[in-house]
């Protein structure tokens, strides 16, 4: 996990550190005292992964391992909870359970991010498990508590879980009403009580305006003018013509309409799902998040649970058509991460594909669909631990360790270390790798003043930047020029990093 991918991102860098300032002081890295919201960049974290990152730190110090371990444990509980799940779904077909933990096991998009920090793999494990039990709710009352619990921490893992978990449970109460009600109604409301309470404390989070800028700041419909650019004319002109049915259609809302459903259905792209993926930090090299060859499977699922009209089909298709809504209105979709919530159901769906095919089949057939399946995991196995390195350290942000290590070892013999900000927040990297001390940074005014030891942050003119030697520069190879330097490079021998003194 430490060493693929080769480096931590921003973000995991900076639930290292949080946790780390948690675990020593109590606070996070602003000062703010055991937070239900993590604030990094003016990006507000939900707190679970933080927590629960906090006695991996504790056990095994901050470093990349240990911050990713949680995600790792996580992610393997979610396939042991769709293992349970699924033959809770389906009583009588034990394969299509061990079928879909084990496609989930070995699933692109689902060891893409259990071997990151995600937080919104937490989300998914939570929601797995709060199924399951909430199916095993219907015949014990216990069942509904523990479901309800699980439920409402999902809400503290993930943003995307905010808008997913209520309307998924409002679809569950409604499919399953006739057994939960009125048999289960003293159950039903002392589950409902619970998850309220443990939900509260979000009531404060929700209504502060800081978090609520940075989910605007995600929002497809901060940019107004430009999303509306090409409808002000055709209504000026419709307007022009008295032509009220051209003032009906090229209108605000439509236009908003198309924008949401065309963000939603993104999500079904068979392009996006089979063949390309998104954000390289989403997928290995030339992979996507789903195989290719479970395609076909996907549909013959579906198409049999449709077929069959039951309970478990339907809760499985719900889930599907639910997950992507919260990332319908959000930037750079189709979003790997703002829907991982749906990704179980695809495992259980191409389980249940294949299971009603293979009785169709003959031997060879049967023994060619196990030699693909072998061969689509040995080549992901290869892109990923062979070429994610090489191919995607750029957007990992390498360099930072060495960058650190380097700066540490040499910052006595100046007076000042000088790192860029073109680096991409660079100064929770400096903490993270230098593990600086957290209640001395908070003594200096934490990420509100930003520097701390004899490292300063900003942005490097090199042509402005006065020749002195006492002064260290750490920059990208665009901002200083090749005199005597030391060259950071990525596995594929380009350059990341430059460090330099100006003479």
Same mark, same amino acid.
């Given at each position: 996990?430490?060493?693929?991918?080769?480096?931590?991102?921003?973000?995991? +860098?900076?639930?290292?550190?949080?946790?780390?300032?948690?675990?020593?002081?109590?606070?996070?890295?602003?000062?703010?005292?055991?937070?239900?919201?993590?604030?990094?960049?003016?990006?507000?974290?939900?707190?679970?992964?933080?927590?629960?990152?906090?006695?991996?730190?504790? !056990?095994?110090?901050?470093?990349?391992?240990?911050?990713?371990? &949680?995600?790792?444990?996580?992610?393997?509980?979610?396939?042991?909870?769709?293992?349970?799940?699924?033959?809770? $779904?389906?009583?009588?077909?034990?394969?299509?359970?061990?079928?879909?933990?084990?496609?989930?096991?070995?699933?692109?998009?689902?060891?893409?991010?259990?071997?990151?920090?995600?937080?919104?793999?937490?989300?998914?494990?939570?929601?797995?498990?709060?199924?399951?039990?909430?199916?095993?709710?219907?015949?014990?009352?216990?069942?509904?508590?523990?479901?309800?619990?699980?439920?409402?921490?999902?809400?503290?893992?993930?943003?995307?879980?905010?808008?997913?978990?209520?309307?998924?449970?409002?679809?569950?109460?409604?499919?399953?009403?006739?057994?939960?009600?009125?048999?289960? =109604?003293?159950?039903?409301?002392?589950?409902?009580?619970?998850?309220?309470?443990?939900?509260? &404390?979000?009531?404060?989070?929700?209504?502060?305006?800081?978090?609520?800028?940075?989910?605007?700041?995600?929002?497809?419909?901060?940019?107004?003018?430009? $999303?509306?650019?090409?409808?002000? @004319?055709?209504?000026?002109?419709?307007?022009?013509?008295?032509?009220?049915?051209?003032?009906?259609?090229?209108?605000?809302?439509?236009?908003?309409?198309?924008?949401?459903?065309?963000?939603?259905?993104? %999500?079904?792209?068979?392009?996006?799902?089979?063949?390309?993926?998104?954000?390289?930090?989403?997928?290995? @090299?030339?992979?996507?998040?789903?195989? !290719?060859?479970?395609?076909?499977?996907?549909?013959?699922?579906?198409?049999?649970?449709?077929?069959?009209?039951?309970?478990?089909?339907?809760?499985?298709?719900?889930?599907?058509? !639910?997950?992507?809504?919260?990332?319908? @209105?959000?930037?750079?979709?189709? %979003?790997?991460?703002?829907?991982?919530?749906?990704?179980?159901?695809?495992?259980?769906?191409?389980?249940?594909?294949?299971?009603?095919?293979?009785?169709?089949?003959?031997? @060879?057939?049967? *023994?060619?669909?196990?030699?693909?399946?072998?061969?689509?995991?040995?080549?992901?196995?290869?892109?990923?631990?062979?070429?994610?390195?090489?191919?995607?350290?750029?957007?990992?942000?390498?360099?930072?360790?060495?960058?650190?290590?380097? /700066?540490? =070892?040499?910052?006595?013999?100046?007076?000042?270390?000088?790192?860029?900000? =073109?680096?991409?927040?660079?100064? *929770?990297?400096?903490?993270?790798?230098? #593990?600086?001390?957290?209640?001395?940074? !908070?003594? $200096?005014?934490?990420?509100?003043?930003?520097?701390?030891?004899?490292?300063?942050?900003?942005?490097?003119?090199?042509?402005?930047?006065?020749?002195?030697?006492?002064?260290?520069?750490?920059?990208? &190879? /665009?901002?200083?020029? +090749?005199?005597?330097?030391?060259?950071?490079?990525?596995?594929?021998?380009?350059?990341?990093?430059?460090?330099?003194? #100006?003479?």
């Amino acid at each position: 996990m430490g060493v693929v991918p080769a480096s931590p991102d921003w973000d995991e +860098a900076a639930i290292g550190y949080n946790a780390y300032s948690i675990l020593h002081t109590g606070r996070d890295e602003y000062g703010t005292y055991l937070p239900l919201t993590f604030r990094s960049f003016d990006d507000y974290k939900p707190p679970l992964y933080v927590y629960v990152t906090v006695p991996s730190i504790y !056990l095994f110090g901050l470093s990349v391992w240990a911050v990713r371990l &949680p995600s790792a444990i996580f992610g393997v509980l979610a396939v042991l909870g769709t293992y349970y799940l699924v033959r809770e $779904l389906f009583k009588q077909h034990e394969r299509v359970a061990i079928l879909s933990s084990l496609l989930l096991a070995i699933s692109p998009w689902h060891i893409q991010f259990s071997r990151s920090a995600f937080e919104a793999n937490l989300g998914v494990t939570f929601v797995v498990w709060a199924t399951y039990f909430f199916l095993r709710g219907l015949t014990s009352s216990a069942g509904l508590v523990v479901s309800a619990v699980l439920f409402a921490l999902s809400l503290y893992t993930y943003h995307s879980e905010r808008i997913f978990v209520p309307l998924f449970v409002i679809f569950l109460s409604t499919t399953y009403r006739r057994v939960l009600f009125p048999a289960k =109604k003293s159950s039903v409301f002392l589950a409902f009580v619970i998850g309220v309470i443990i939900v509260l &404390p979000l009531v404060r989070v929700f209504t502060d305006a800081n978090v609520l800028k940075r989910l605007q700041g995600t929002s497809v419909f901060r940019q107004k003018t430009e $999303l509306l650019s090409g409808t002000i @004319p055709k209504l000026e002109y419709d307007r022009s013509l008295g032509w009220w049915p051209g003032e009906l259609f090229d209108n605000r809302r439509i236009e908003y309409v198309k924008i949401l459903t065309s963000g939603y259905l993104s %999500h079904f792209s068979p392009k996006w799902l089979f063949l390309s993926g998104d954000h390289e930090r989403h997928h290995a @090299p030339n992979m996507a998040l789903l195989y !290719l060859w479970e395609m076909p499977f996907i549909l013959i699922g579906i198409y049999q649970l449709i077929r069959q009209k039951s309970r478990s089909g339907a809760l499985l298709l719900g889930w599907s058509l !639910l997950a992507p809504i919260a990332a319908a @209105p959000t930037t750079e979709v189709p %979003h790997a991460v703002r829907t991982l919530v749906s990704l179980p159901t695809y495992p259980i769906f191409t389980a249940i594909g294949i299971v009603s095919v293979i009785p169709k089949l003959r031997s @060879p057939a049967i *023994i060619g669909l196990a030699a693909v399946i072998i061969a689509s995991f040995v080549y992901y196995v290869h892109m990923y631990f062979a070429h994610t390195n090489i191919d995607y350290a750029k957007y990992w942000q390498y360099g930072y360790e060495q960058a650190v290590s380097y /700066a540490q =070892k040499n910052k006595s013999h100046y007076t000042k270390v000088v790192v860029s900000t =073109k680096l991409e927040q660079p100064y *929770i990297f400096f903490l993270f790798y230098s #593990k600086f001390d957290p209640q001395t940074y !908070l003594s $200096l005014g934490g990420s509100l003043t930003g520097n701390f030891d004899n490292y300063e942050f900003r942005q490097i003119d090199w042509n402005s930047e006065k020749p002195e030697n006492s002064i260290l520069y750490i920059g990208t &190879p /665009a901002e200083i020029p +090749a005199v005597a330097h030391v060259d950071i490079l990525y596995p594929d021998g380009s350059p990341a990093m430059r460090i330099a003194t #100006k003479k």
